[in-house]
């Protein structure tokens, strides 16, 4: 299969479905993104030399799992008012023909992500399924969908750790919190991590089962985890 993520700001993948996508490629399957506002927005100083750094750091974190990102180079916190990604969206579904996209949540806290998700959300229609990410820090968020990713929480903080420019301490110190409750959510003892996500049925994808990976082991309250 091929799996695209599509995030809005460039550390955004690696903060919300970093995890998924190493799981997907760990399984064989074919893994990219796609980065939809070029960052400049996100720090102090020149908006122009923040650009190139976030861009390089975006280089950097995707490289842990070999991949390019695409960029989408839209202005960063007026994705909802940029008429023209909306065709470059469609048109980077239609050239990569996925089989699954991930975005971020309807409901997630900044504006470019709830605008991207719309976006996205559109351009898919019925071509293929979205599945949907955590909100930041699970806030106002109702999963339906957990996914292991303990194999792969170190090279998540390494490629959060690469935007250097976003004191990304505090993003490893969030998901190491966020990732750990979802697993405790799922029974886990020990030291797992897991990302959730949502999926909404849309004809013609009602069910998704077959495209997911497998869920987390369940264990009955009070019996210890058989991995």
């Known amino acids: 299969m091929r799996i695209i993520g599509f995030g809005a700001h460039p550390d955004d993948v690696e903060i919300f479905f970093f995890g998924l996508l190493a799981t997907y490629q760990a399984a064989g399957h074919d893994i990219g993104w796609v980065i939809a506002t070029d960052g400049a927005a996100g720090g102090e100083g020149e908006k122009e030399a923040l650009r190139r750094t976030r861009r390089a750091e975006a280089l950097a974190g995707a490289a842990i799992l070999g991949v390019t990102p695409v960029f989408l180079d839209a202005p960063d916190g007026a994705l909802a ?30 504006p470019d992500h709830r605008a991207l998700s719309r976006l996205v959300s559109d351009a898919a229609r019925f071509r293929v399924p979205v599945l949907f990410a955590d909100t930041l820090l699970g806030v106002e968020a109702a ?85």
């Open 81 to 110: 008012e940029d008429r023209a990604v909306a065709g470059r969206i469609a048109a980077l579904i239609e050239e990569m023909a996925p089989d699954l996209v991930v975005t971020h949540a309807p409901n997630d806290y900044h």
């Open 143 to 227: 999963p339906t969908i957990y996914v292991d990713i303990s194999a792969h929480f170190a090279a998540k903080c390494a490629a959060i750790a690469a935007h250097a420019s976003q004191r990304p301490q505090r993003f490893v110190e969030a998901v190491t919190g966020w990732n750990r409750f979802r697993a405790l959510q799922c029974g886990y003892d020990g030291g797992a991590y897991a990302e959730a996500f949502s999926f909404s049925p849309r004809f013609p994808f009602s069910d998704i089962r077959g495209l997911l990976p497998p869920a987390p082991p369940l264990r009955p309250l009070g019996r210890p985890l058989s991995r």
